[in-house]
């Protein structure tokens, strides 16, 4: 008897391209160049315009910095990165690193910078409570990935935080997609190939943080990693390699 063949996972779209301005919105500097910076590299190549917004400054993500020196220093090398792919607009939120509370204070926050910016599509990082079920999520990403996708309704409405509005940050109900980098259950691609090089570099500006991390060659690090990524993702994105997310409607 023959085992049945195992089911092959469907191919990724292609994201949306009929938006002009992006949010992205996560915990810690680093979030993005892991996660999705060859697709903002393509994207801003095309005339469109990203804004960065991080909750936190990544104060607290190196044990032999103290948070007041390791703050600033992260700050820059985040400002830096982003300038890499792009990307001129970088905010911080000033919520406390690794103790992130999802709640009423953040999504008020994130409704905040979606009604500045007023983009069509807000990016963020993996609201789950795992990385594919093999690893444990941290909590700030999980608190700053839910409280974007609750914002993104919140900054529509005008009576869920009318103090923005009496600040003159009118309603924007502008948003049509949320797209969710490091999901385990994407359903949409855009395509690495031109951004590729340059996510390596933005990664790379992290300088700080990863020789922390990694005993290995930095750039050899950032380059394997996110190869790897981007490869994996090939097999449903027609071979070509890719930057997949989850994208969920409104």
């Known amino acids: 008897m023959s085992l049945p063949e195992p089911k092959s996972e469907p191919a990724l779209q292609p994201m949306p391209e009929d938006w002009q301005r992006a949010l992205a919105v996560v915990a810690h500097p680093d979030d993005l160049e892991y996660g999705c910076a060859a697709a903002i590299a393509a994207w801003t190549d095309a005339g469109k315009e990203v804004t960065y917004v991080l909750a936190t400054r990544g104060e607290?993500?190196?044990?032999?910095?103290?948070?007041?020196?390791?703050?600033?220093?992260?700050?820059?090398?985040?400002?830096?990165?982003?300038?890499?792919?792009?990307?001129?607009?970088?905010?911080?939120?000033?919520?406390?690193?690794?103790?992130?509370?999802?709640?009423?204070?953040?999504?008020?926050?994130?409704?905040?910078?979606?009604?500045?910016?007023?983009?069509e599509l807000v990016i963020t990082l993996n609201h789950r409570d795992t990385w594919g079920g093999v690893y444990w999520n941290t909590p700030d990403h999980v608190a700053v990935g839910r409280a974007t996708l609750d914002a993104a309704a919140d900054a529509g409405n005008r009576w869920i935080f009318p103090e923005l509005t009496e600040e003159g940050l009118e309603p924007w109900n502008g948003v049509k997609w949320v797209a969710v980098a490091g999901s385990a259950q994407p359903t949409h691609a855009a395509d690495a190939t031109a951004g590729l090089e340059r996510a390596v570099r933005s990664l790379l500006e992290h300088r700080t943080y990863i020789e922390v991390l990694t005993d290995e060659d930095p750039e050899t690090y950032c380059r394997t990693f996110l190869t790897g990524n981007v490869q994996a993702a090939a097999e449903r994105f027609g071979g070509k390699p890719a930057v997949p997310f989850e994208v969920f409607n409104r």
Not at 86 to 101: A, C, N, P, S
């Open 60 to 119: 607290a993500g190196i044990d032999t910095l103290a948070p007041d020196k390791c703050g600033p220093l992260r700050e820059q090398e985040q400002r830096a990165s982003a300038a890499v792919v792009g990307v001129d607009t970088v905010e911080f939120l000033d919520h406390k690193d690794g103790v992130i509370e999802y709640g009423v204070a953040l999504r008020r926050d994130i409704a905040a910078a979606i009604r500045r910016h007023r983009p």
